[in-house]
């Protein structure tokens, strides 16, 4: 039996000692010299050799080499694995703090708790960052978005399930639109939520009356009626109870609260005209856009677009006339209605803008002029709402028995009104805008009277076609006809249009002169081909039988409209005997466009069209009552 087991059976309790771990630091460095030693003799002998060894022979085995230092002091640093520790925790006591006192292990935790309370209110996106594939800017704008959610107010109730919930953004092709980012792919339930809810803001805003007081905008809103009001019986100055002269009249009210700022919706030409592009043949990108909401009573009869300003004009024979601004993207009514009229007794048929001037050259205000199927017609000045009856021109009022037909000059100084008594079926009476005075009359000689008339670009004449296929052209300046030609193949003409630029300058400037007969057929001349060359410049000479550029015969029915667009591309023409019988027409190659319309394009029975000023837009009219836009891109 060897000596330590001898040394338990007498002395018990040092066994029981030597078998529990002691928390001071000198009997652990005994054991750990004991473990060494066991080590460093494991090869000589057995184990009960080396418990049989004496205190003095583990010391001297325990003394280490020059190999052995070198080692602990490369992997430890110092000699003393006290000194490591220590310099290891420097400054780093609550992460491993000294564990062999209860109160430490106290401290310890309270530590832990007053750490939890102080992230407690945080929320755990503010604790993390989110790294994303486009950068920083992902990050940022993360961040932002969390700002402005922080600023609404909480819902009143939410799902605890909606964290835990997991929606693939990028597997469903309905929610890509909900992407931030395209790599982006599943989100919580609630972020998912709260994108749909902005999806759905997006789409559908809040009115404005529904919006509270401090989220209000402060921009300008532009009324549904700037003359206080959208009813359609608002102006009852301008009501024309009966066929008798004079009539009291109060001032209908004014747009002032357009017209004051209605320089801010203006372009200068040039530079509207700059942004035209040039249109292909054969193909034009044309897309429908916002109707005019209101819709007339009867047909439409007119419509005409402000020469400078975004406003449409429209009238039908339900006595209305309407003023539109012409915005599809205004909030929160498209287009929305500036003022309407009624002229109680009154069928209005033709309406038009005129730029009034006075003697010295200068603008004295914008005037609308309208008429019906009556022995007078009406002038509205736009800025003062004062109306104007014209129930008579002086010394020629026997020749009309109504005032329907007339036109208004580019210029705004003057103004063409047709005579209607059989007699004088062939004659134009021309009258001052200013003083709506009588100035001069052009006359054509021909069976049937004029069918239809249209004022040169400059001003300064006009084209007259009679309903037996002659036109004739018309010098306000020497107030003589200065030609007479005859339209090929005609048997009855109906409309006449022109338009274009750079024509010739002794017959109006203009490019193009388009005649429309019964028969449904267009014929396109080049006004420079209608000149003779002369000798004299003096002298103007027309050819008598003109060969037109381009013979149009798409329709069968007699053609009813015609119209030129301002920067002379395009002319339309159709016929309001037939359900949509309309075409398009491109300039200079006289090429009918072919797609479009369709036969799915909502046309009706067309009774109007007329372009913008920027030639953008095409306003059509039709039987119903109703003004659809199509937008002309290119």
Known sequence: MSRRRQQQKEDPSSEEEGSFAQFSNEEEEEEDDISMSDVASDSSGSDDDESDRS?????????????????????????SADDFRAKLFAGDDFLLPDVTGSKALVSVAADKEEDNDQFKNVDDSMLFMVDTVGGGEGVIAHAEKKAEEAVVDKPAWEDSDDERLTVSLAGVGRLRKLREFEGEDVVNGTEYSQRLRAQYMRMYPVPEWARPAAEKKTRRRRRSSAAGGSDESGLSGEEADSDEEGGDYEDALPLEQFLRDVNAFAEDDDTRLSKRRRLRPETLDIQRTRDIPDTHKAGVSCLAFHPRHPILLSTSVSSVMFLHHVDAAAYPTPNPILTSVQVRRTDLRRAAFLSVKGEDGEGQGEEVVFAGRRKYFHSWNLATGAVKKISKIAGHQKEHKTMERFRTSPCGRWMAVAASDKKGGGILNILNAATMQWVAQARIDGRGGIADFQWWSSGEGLTIAGRDGQVAEWSLESKRTVGVWRDE??????????????????????????????????????????????????????????????VLEQLTTAITILSFSPDGQLMVFGSNLKKDALRLVHLPSCTVYRNWPTEQTPLGRISAVAFSADSSILAIGNDAGKVRMWEIRG
Do not use: C, F
């Not at 205190?55 to 000699?79: C, F, H």
């Not at 420079?528 to 008598?544: F, G, P, R, T």
């Open 489 to 550: 193949g005609s048997i009855g003409g109906t409309v006449l249009a022109m338009g274009g630029r750079h024509g010739p300058r002794a017959i109006g400037e203009d490019r193009w002169v388009a005649v429309g007969n019964s028969s449904g057929i267009v014929n396109i001349y080049d006004r420079n081909e209608l000149l003779v060359a002369s000798k004299d410049k003096k002298d103007v000479e027309i050819k008598k039988l003109p060969t037109p550029a381009r």
């Open 55 to 79: 205190p003095q022979q583990k010391e001297i085995n325990l003394v280490k080499d020059s190999d052995e230092e070198d080692l602990e002091r490369l992997v430890l640093g110092t000699k």
